[in-house]
């Protein structure tokens, strides 16, 4: 679902910049559009630079498992 | 003991018949064991001892049967020979003449190999159309693979380039050894079924030896691959290493540490496709701004908007000229009637009796009016005859008739 709306996104971006491009547009439309793709724009790159970044371990534990925290001890 | 009794052989002989007895008795087997003493003489033929743990034999490789071996032979290698019992009747010794070899554990599993891919891909298991490309934004993955191996601090090294938002799952199994491939296809079905929202995964290890990787060279791990719904990488050993999971999935990575590169140039490739998106955006908007206000510009510095006085001005010019004209043929008009006015005066002054009077003329009148006759008038009648500059009365004292001339 996610992931499925971050692409939607960028399609729609693209579809607008192809929009930008190659039809005439009065200013108004144009305006729409940029705005439009402006917050597209923002909602993604905020998705790509979210700070959430980790690494975890499945393990099993009395028969169910379990993520866990990992590191990586040999570096 | 009479020796006429017994059969006396000869050495010769005895070993003439012990090599007619061994080559009947084995014309054609199939001997595994390996090779020790391994040497090439001159004449293209080889010889080397075949041996195991308790014993060995020694066999010859004519050079006409070198020819089609494919490896090398050398000291240390398991081999699978297929030959006859023969004897060396000069010394006395038997051994096996090679008439083929392949290394044992590469043949058979070679042919394992072979088989099972020939099998999954007439199924349709390595179809190209079958092959997913990778999420357009990947934010979790999973790694597949032993906890303890090169191959997991390898990926993880190299996702270590990838700053922000990202998500590794580490479902670690035995890579080799005979469970490992039950626990391999066992981590792929379990992350499926739980973790859904993994947007890849990684399914690998280090380089090894052909039994090493031989997991991912197994059937279950194969089905296991075909059947995720999670686009699968494999990362198995190094570059020259293929596997049939390498066959399977969506993308072969030579190695875990290029598989790792994928998921970062994936995602550097995300990030410079939005930024050039918004590139585009910016200069896009920019152009079509600049579009417009050149419009303006040119309505603004057009005469009707930057000079509009001269167009009443050129208006004012025209009404004024038109004016003009009105004025100078009202003057031409006026001073036709006044010419005509003044020679219709002439012509009445000519006319008038009083200037008839001043060249000399008279006019009479009697008390009914002016006379044009003399019808009326008698003798004695008093008149009034009417001069320029006067009157006079005058007593009729005589009428003439005169006939009119005409």
Same mark, same amino acid.
């Given at each position: 679902?996610?992931?499925?709306? $971050? #692409?939607?996104?960028?399609?729609?971006?693209?579809?607008?910049?192809?929009?930008?491009?190659?039809?005439?547009?009065?200013?108004?439309?144009?305006?729409?559009? $940029?705005? #439009?793709?402006?917050?597209?724009?923002? #909602?993604?790159?905020?998705?790509?630079?979210?700070?959430?970044?980790?690494?975890?371990?499945?393990?099993?534990?009395?028969?169910?498992?379990?993520?866990?925290? $990992?590191?990586?001890?040999?570096? | 003991?009479?020796?006429?009794?017994?059969?006396?052989?000869?050495?010769? %002989?005895?070993? +003439?018949?012990?090599?007619?007895?061994?080559?009947?008795?084995?014309?054609?087997?199939?001997?595994?064991?390996?090779?020790?003493?391994?040497? &090439?003489?001159?004449?293209?033929?080889?010889?080397?001892?075949?041996?195991?743990?308790?014993?060995?034999?020694?066999?010859?490789?004519?050079?006409?049967?070198?020819?089609?071996?494919?490896?090398?032979?050398? @000291?240390?290698?398991?081999?699978?020979?297929?030959?006859?019992?023969?004897?060396?009747?000069?010394?006395? +010794?038997?051994?096996?003449? /090679?008439?083929?070899?392949?290394?044992?554990?590469?043949?058979?599993?070679?042919?394992?190999?072979?088989?099972? =891919?020939?099998?999954?891909? +007439?199924?349709?298991?390595?179809?190209?159309? %079958?092959?997913?490309?990778?999420?357009?934004?990947?934010?979790?993955?999973?790694?597949?693979?032993?906890?303890?191996?090169?191959?997991?601090?390898?990926?993880?090294?190299?996702?270590?380039?990838?700053?922000?938002?990202?998500?590794?799952?580490?479902?670690?199994?035995?890579?080799?050894?005979?469970?490992?491939?039950?626990?391999? *296809?066992?981590?792929?079905?379990?992350?499926?079924?739980?973790?859904?929202?993994?947007?890849?995964?990684? /399914?690998?290890?280090?380089?090894?030896?052909?039994?090493?990787?031989?997991?991912?060279?197994?059937?279950?791990? *194969?089905? *296991?691959?075909?059947?995720?719904?999670?686009? /699968?990488?494999?990362?198995?050993?190094?570059?020259?290493?293929?596997?049939?999971?390498?066959?399977?999935?969506?993308?072969?990575?030579? &190695?875990?540490?290029?598989?790792?590169?994928?998921?970062?140039?994936?995602? !550097?490739?995300?990030?410079?496709?939005?930024?050039?998106?918004?590139?585009?955006?910016?200069?896009?908007?920019?152009?079509?701004?600049?579009?417009?206000?050149? !419009?303006? @510009?040119?309505?603004?510095?057009?005469?009707?908007?930057?000079?509009?006085?001269?167009?009443?001005?050129?208006?004012?010019?025209?009404?004024?000229?038109?004016?003009?004209?009105?004025?100078?043929?009202?003057?031409?008009?006026?001073?036709?009637?006044?010419?005509?006015?003044?020679?219709?005066?002439?012509?009445?002054?000519?006319?008038?009796?009083?200037?008839?009077?001043?060249?000399?003329?008279?006019?009479?009148?009697?008390? !009914?009016?002016?006379?044009?006759?003399?019808? %009326?008038?008698?003798?004695?009648?008093?008149?009034?005859? =009417?001069?320029?500059?006067?009157? /006079?009365?005058?007593?009729?004292?005589?009428?003439?008739?005169?006939?009119?001339?005409?």
């Amino acid at each position: 679902m996610k992931k499925n709306s $971050f #692409e939607s996104s960028i399609k729609r971006l693209e579809q607008i910049v192809n929009d930008m491009e190659n039809s005439e547009l009065d200013i108004d439309k144009a305006m729409k559009l $940029f705005e #439009e793709g402006i917050s597209l724009v923002r #909602e993604c790159s905020s998705k790509l630079n979210e700070a959430k970044k980790k690494v975890e371990i499945l393990t099993e534990k009395n028969g169910k498992i379990e993520k866990n925290e $990992f590191s990586d001890t040999e570096e | 003991m009479n020796l006429e009794d017994k059969i006396v052989y000869t050495v010769s %002989r005895i070993n +003439s018949e012990i090599k007619s007895v061994l080559e009947d008795s084995y014309p054609a087997v199939w001997i595994t064991g390996e090779i020790s003493g391994f040497k &090439t003489y001159s004449s293209g033929h080889s010889y080397f001892n075949l041996k195991d743990e308790n014993s060995q034999i020694s066999a010859v490789l004519f050079a006409g049967f070198g020819k089609n071996i494919k490896f090398i032979p050398q @000291d240390g290698v398991q081999v699978v020979i297929y030959g006859k019992i023969t004897a060396y009747v000069q010394k006395g +010794s038997y051994q096996i003449q /090679v008439f083929s070899m392949e290394e044992s554990g590469r043949g058979r599993l070679q042919e394992t190999f072979e088989n099972l =891919k020939n099998k999954l891909q +007439s199924e349709g298991l390595f179809d190209e159309a %079958r092959k997913r490309p990778l999420p357009f934004f990947i934010k979790k993955i999973a790694v597949v693979t032993s906890k303890d191996g090169a191959a997991l601090h390898d990926i993880l090294k190299v996702l270590n380039n990838v700053k922000s938002c990202l998500e590794v799952l580490i479902y670690p199994v035995r890579v080799q050894g005979e469970q490992s491939k039950f626990e391999i *296809a066992g981590a792929i079905e379990y992350l499926n079924k739980n973790h859904g929202d993994i947007d890849v995964m990684l /399914v690998g290890r280090g380089g090894g030896s052909l039994e090493d990787l031989w997991a991912f060279n197994e059937e279950t791990v *194969a089905r *296991a691959i075909y059947n995720s719904d999670i686009p /699968v990488i494999s990362c198995v050993g190094h570059e020259i290493d293929y596997t049939i999971a390498d066959f399977v999935s969506d993308i072969r990575a030579a &190695t875990p540490s290029v598989a790792a590169e994928i998921i970062v140039k994936n995602r !550097k490739y995300t990030e410079d496709k939005l930024s050039l998106l918004l590139e585009r955006m910016n200069s896009d908007i920019k152009n079509i701004l600049s579009m417009c206000t050149e !419009k303006l @510009d040119r309505f603004k510095t057009s005469r009707a908007l930057s000079k509009p006085h001269l167009i009443y001005e050129d208006k004012i010019q025209y009404v004024d000229e038109c004016g003009e004209k009105i004025l100078r043929r009202l003057k031409e008009i006026i001073l036709s009637k006044q010419t005509k006015l003044e020679l219709n005066a002439q012509k009445l002054n000519l006319l008038s009796p009083l200037n008839i009077l001043s060249k000399g003329y008279a006019v009479c009148s009697d008390l !009914k009016g002016i006379l044009k006759s003399v019808d %009326r008038i008698k003798n004695d009648d008093n008149i009034g005859i =009417k001069f320029a500059d006067g009157k /006079v009365r005058a007593k009729i004292t005589e009428v003439i008739y005169e006939e009119k001339q005409l």
